[in-house]
């Protein structure tokens, strides 16, 4: 069956350290996304990528970081320059054209700052 | 930038009730979509909505999408546990590449 992959579901990180959170897409969408949640705010939008090797910051990429190297993987580096990391992020893909405006989206990670 | 208002931001009711919620923006879309967050999961979609003035169903979920295009407006009728959750909307002007921008939600909380 076709999905999105997150990876892990829970992460501990301590102050200043840097991490990578895994997005892997098996649905053969072209775009992909990541999104971080916080109690009361609504889903952000971080970083989203409409193409292998090309992607495009959100409404708050600061502190943040991503590649696309590949069409199924869309990870996503919380970087310590990132103030207040500790959020539950959100992996999304999408096929935009062809009428499916619908994400397709992970179970999440839960990363929190230690 | 366009507002996106949804309503209510949380919601207690019995089992059994029919719930009702409702987003409202300042900018026009030409599409609406309807998704739904289990706690700890990532958000599903529930129904899509694509002309002015369309009633959709699914299941008990029912969803329309404003005549003025700067709204909409989700009910469930007959809640039962499972729909426990977090409901979003999320409006679309074109196909969504650049980003869905979602409504902070409305949180269900369904008492037995």
């Known amino acids: 069956d076709g999905g999105i992959t997150q990876s892990p579901k829970y992460l501990f990180r301590k102050e200043g350290q840097n991490v990578t959170l895994s997005c892997e897409q098996n649905l053969n969408h072209d775009a992909m996304y990541w999104y971080r949640q916080d109690p009361g705010q609504g889903l952000r939008l971080i970083y989203y990528?409409?193409?292998?090797?090309?992607?495009q910051k959100g409404d708050i990429a600061e502190g943040y970081s991503v590649s696309r190297e590949k069409k199924e993987s869309f990870p996503l580096t919380v970087t310590s320059a990132q103030k207040n990391p500790t959020a539950f992020y959100l992996c999304?893909?999408?096929?935009?054209?062809?009428?499916?405006?619908?994400?397709?989206f992970g179970s999440g990670t839960r990363l929190t700052v230690v | 930038g366009q507002q996106l208002n949804q309503n209510p931001q949380s919601m207690f009711i019995q089992e059994g009730e029919d719930v009702s919620m409702n987003c409202t923006s300042s900018?026009?879309?030409?599409?609406w979509l309807w998704y739904k967050q289990d706690p700890g999961e990532g958000p599903v979609l529930l129904i899509a909505?694509?002309?002015?003035?369309e009633l959709t169903s699914n299941g008990r979920l029912t969803a329309q999408f404003g005549i003025t295009r700067k709204d909409s407006f989700l009910n469930i009728s007959a809640s039962i546990p499972s729909d426990v959750g977090i409901y979003f909307c999320a409006p679309l002007e074109g196909g969504g590449a650049d980003g869905l921008t979602f409504g902070k939600g409305t949180h269900l909380i369904i008492q037995p």
């Open positions: 990528s409409q193409i292998v090797n090309d992607f």
């Open positions: 999304a893909s999408s096929k935009p054209l062809g009428g499916n405006y619908g994400y397709t």
């Open positions: 900018s026009i879309f030409n599409t």
């Open positions: 909505l694509y002309k002015a003035g």
